[in-house]
T-cell receptor, first 113, second 115 residues
Framework: AQSVTQLGSHVSVSEGALVLLRCNYS??????LFWYVQYPNQGLQLLLK??????LVKGINGFEAEFKKSETSFHLTKPSAHMSDAAEYFC???????????FGKGTHLIIQP | EAGVVQSPRYKIIEKKQPVAFWCNPI?????LYWYRQNLGQGPELLIR????????DSQLPKDRFSAERLKGVDSTLKIQPAELGDSAVYLC?????????????FGPGTRLTVL
């Protein structure tokens, strides 16, 4: 069975501060891991993905994530938050191939001016 | 390149009424997914198609939900009859095969409200 746990349903940071969104996973097979962003009334947009090539993954809009197998984690970070980063963020897992994604419950990122 | 298209974007119906959602995937994508996203939750897979064949429908409530993907392109998801608990956003995604993982591209979703 696969599962994804996102710690913190809401995270609030000041503009310019470090963003850290936490994701832990459970998988019986080597996972493929993804971070998606969802703006209000829009679909999901892929931020970045881990596909076993490199443990530190860089994505769009200055985000990056590090895969840590020993900690079963895939936390998302951004050095300096921007107001436009305010959105819902989802961590997701796939067992590979055309499998459907298993999502976490999401983290709502709030940016304080 | 056009993205995944879904319609309608919003639908409000009364309980016990039928409703249908339509999805047009990205051209050339042979795999199509339907997800349901309840308020405050992450999306959950309902059904996956490989071309016109449903290969994973284990999470589809088959007593009231049905789906089809004629000719392996467009897909329709139907609920009959709808219940209050069906209020959610229904997301369609598509991907192309040929890699270790298939990157999924999502449409904007259909927000269903059942009164």
């Amino acid at each position: 069975a696969q599962s994804v746990t996102q710690l913190g349903s809401h995270v609030s940071v000041s503009e310019g501060a470090l963003v850290l969104l936490r994701c832990n996973y459970s998988s019986s097979v080597p996972p493929y891991l993804f971070w998606y962003v969802q703006y209000p009334n829009q679909g999901l947009q892929l931020l970045l993905k881990y596909t076993s090539a490199a443990t530190l993954v860089k994505g769009i809009n200055g985000f990056e994530a590090e895969f840590k197998k020993s900690e079963t984690s895939f936390h998302l970070t951004k050095p300096s938050a921007h107001m436009s980063d305010a959105a819902e963020y989802f961590c997701a897992l796939s067992g590979g191939g055309a499998d459907g994604l298993t999502f976490g419950k999401g983290t709502h990122l709030i940016i304080q001016p | 390149e056009a993205g995944v298209v879904q319609s309608p974007r919003y639908k409000i119906i009364e309980k016990k009424q039928p409703v249908a959602f339509w999805c047009n995937p990205i051209s050339g994508h042979n795999t199509l997914y339907w997800y349901r996203q309840n308020l405050g939750q992450g999306p959950e897979l309902l059904i996956r198609y490989e071309n016109e064949e449903a290969v994973d429908d284990s999470q589809l409530p088959k007593d009231r939900f049905s789906a089809e993907r004629l000719k392996g392109v467009d897909s329709t998801l139907k609920i009959q009859p709808a219940e209050l608990g069906d209020s959610a956003v229904y997301l369609c995604a598509s991907s192309t095969s040929g890699s270790d993982y298939n990157e999924q591209f999502f449409g904007p979703g259909t927000r269903l409200t059942v009164l």
